[in-house]
């Protein structure tokens, strides 16, 4: 026998308190929205212009990577909190319609601006002008 209780902590995140399956006791986290869901909001881009800020000489993403090299050779990567490094996601314009899939290299956006991802400038481009600066969007890992 099963029992799952679920308790709202916000919008965009849920937590499955402890459940008992077959006499063993577990916790498990399950987010809405990350890894496996769709979300939707504003989504802006980034690039290296903001390595300024980045006494590194090479501007790393969090995983590690070169923002300079991932831009010289055309990468479509995003950055966002709550996924893995490496997962996959599709962007998609809720007014034009235009899709682009990028790769989780970086942290961001700054949280308190509750937006689910930033793209890279490069990606953003595909999907809106640069001068918009936001974007609404739809967002959803591909499997």
Same mark, same amino acid.
């Given at each position: ?55 590194? =000489? ?40 235009r899709c682009v899939d990028v790769v989780i ?10 937006? =689910? ?11 809106? =002008? ?12 591909? =499997?």
């Open positions: 026998m099963r029992t799952i209780h679920w308790t709202v902590l916000s919008h965009r995140l849920c937590r499955l308190v402890p459940f008992t399956v077959a006499a063993h006791l577990f916790a498990c986290c399950l987010t809405i929205g990350v890894g496996y869901g769709k979300e939707e909001g504003s989504v802006s881009w980034y690039s290296s212009e903001a390595c300024r800020y980045n006494k590194d =000489p090479r501007c790393p993403t969090a995983d590690g990577s070169s923002l300079y090299s991932l831009e010289r050779e055309g990468v479509l990567f995003a950055a966002k909190w709550d996924a893995e490094f490496g997962r996959r996601y599709r962007v998609c314009s809720v007014s034009s319609g290299r970086d942290r961001g956006p700054a949280r308190r601006l509750h937006r =689910p991802i930033d793209l890279s400038k490069k990606a953003f481009e595909q999907i809106a =002008p640069l001068h918009k600066g936001l974007e609404n969007c739809t967002v959803e890992v591909i =499997p």
